[in-house]
């Protein structure tokens, strides 16, 4: 629409009371953990959608459905939820969980969490939960590289062992999240290599507080960078904050910051997600952001 502002989503946030140990895991101890104080900040950023990720620390897909439900609801529709389910409780599980999703129409994706839980995303168990995203024409999102949990175990969540189910599953879109960090050219390969495997951008960035930090960015920097050129295009790389762990401000311009067409950076920071995600399909979120 002429005059418009180009949309931006953010495809990784957090907002959970399931979320481990919030004061020392969120960028500011004091930090509005609320859908409003989200949207404020989302708002403030100049960010229209977002998809809020469910944590495997919750104790059952009907409770984290719930929740999800009512952060969608009180955020007027720019909140959509990412639902998860833990693998290593057994294939009974997976299946509660598809039963539980198959009863929502609004799921924006599904998120598996490789590296916090021993599993890698070609175990054998996923076949009836990447049939279900094939299904309903889903992305899986997954979790890549570093752990937020020290007892995780890094071997489980490398990108190129994404690269198998993305063969196998060529109708499903997978987003390798972080970027791989620290595997980003790997996960560059996998990105240029599968034409449904995408990128974010997500929880790449320590707290402004944290020493280095400016050097941080601009190392990071070159690195996307670096990534976008062996890729050859921006069109499978997606903005994500990882909030509450990144500021969304911070997060945004680390995209805005890269040395690339305006283009693309629109791209990255919004078009790519919407057409992934299919978010003009879907009802227009309310106006306000109460």
Same mark, same amino acid.
């Given at each position: 629409?002429?005059?418009?502002?180009? $949309?931006?989503?953010?495809?990784?946030?957090?907002?959970?009371?399931?979320? !481990?140990? /919030?004061?020392?895991?969120?960028?500011?101890?004091?930090?509005?953990?609320?859908?409003?104080?989200?949207?404020?900040?989302?708002?403030?950023?100049?960010?229209?959608?977002?998809?809020? $990720?469910?944590?495997?620390?919750?104790?059952?897909?009907?409770?984290?459905?719930?929740?999800?439900?009512?952060?969608?609801?009180?955020?007027?529709?720019?909140?959509?939820?990412?639902?998860?389910?833990?693998?290593?409780? +057994?294939?009974?599980?997976?299946?509660?969980?598809?039963?539980?999703?198959?009863? *929502?129409?609004?799921?924006? +994706?599904?998120?598996?969490?490789?590296?916090?839980?021993?599993?890698?995303?070609?175990?054998?168990?996923? @076949?009836? /939960?990447?049939?279900? @995203?094939?299904?309903?024409?889903?992305?899986?999102?997954?979790?890549?590289?570093?752990?937020?949990?020290?007892?995780?175990?890094?071997?489980?969540?490398?990108?190129?062992?994404?690269?198998?189910?993305?063969?196998?599953?060529? *109708?499903?879109?997978?987003?390798?999240?972080?970027?791989?960090?620290?595997?980003?050219?790997?996960?560059?390969?996998?990105?240029?290599?599968?034409?449904?495997?995408?990128?974010?951008?997500? +929880?790449?960035?320590?707290?402004?507080?944290? !020493?280095?930090?400016?050097?941080?960015?601009?190392?990071?920097? @070159?690195?996307?960078?670096?990534?976008?050129? =062996?890729?050859?295009?921006?069109?499978?790389?997606?903005?994500? =904050?990882?909030?509450? /762990?990144?500021?969304?401000?911070?997060?945004?311009?680390?995209?805005?910051?890269?040395?690339? !067409?305006?283009?693309?950076?629109?791209?990255?920071?919004?078009?790519?997600?919407?057409?992934?995600?299919?978010? @003009? %399909?879907?009802?227009?979120?309310?106006?306000? %952001? =109460?």
């Amino acid at each position: 629409m002429a005059g418009r502002p180009p $949309i931006r989503v953010d495809t990784h946030l957090h907002l959970t009371r399931w979320w !481990p140990d /919030l004061p020392h895991t969120a960028y500011r101890p004091d930090l509005d953990y609320t859908t409003a104080g989200l949207l404020r900040e989302m708002d403030a950023a100049g960010i229209e959608r977002g998809l809020v $990720i469910q944590v495997h620390e919750a104790p059952n897909a009907a409770d984290a459905l719930e929740e999800s439900r009512s952060i969608r609801e009180a955020s007027g529709g720019r909140l959509l939820p990412v639902v998860t389910v833990d693998p290593t409780r +057994g294939p009974e599980t997976i299946d509660r969980a598809i039963a539980q999703w198959e009863e *929502d129409p609004g799921l924006a +994706g599904i998120k598996l969490f490789p590296g916090y839980l021993p599993f890698y995303p070609h175990d054998p168990r996923l @076949a009836p /939960l990447y049939e279900f @995203a094939h299904r309903r024409g889903l992305p899986v999102l997954i979790h890549q590289g570093d752990t937020l949990d020290r007892k995780g175990l890094v071997k489980f969540a490398r990108p190129i062992e994404v690269d198998e189910v993305a063969v196998r599953y060529p *109708d499903v879109a997978f987003v390798l999240c972080h970027f791989g960090n620290p595997w980003i050219e790997e996960a560059a390969e996998l990105v240029y290599k599968d034409e449904n495997v995408y990128a974010d951008t997500s +929880g790449l960035l320590a707290p402004p507080s944290a !020493p280095y930090f400016e050097r941080m960015v601009e190392q990071c920097r @070159a690195r996307l960078l670096s990534a976008i050129v =062996s890729i050859g295009s921006a069109d499978r790389v997606l903005y994500g =904050s990882d909030w509450p /762990l990144e500021e969304l401000r911070v997060a945004v311009g680390l995209v805005d910051g890269l040395e690339l !067409p305006p283009e693309d950076r629109r791209r990255i920071l919004g078009a790519n997600a919407a057409r992934l995600f299919r978010l @003009a %399909s879907r009802a227009a979120p309310a106006s306000g %952001s =109460s």
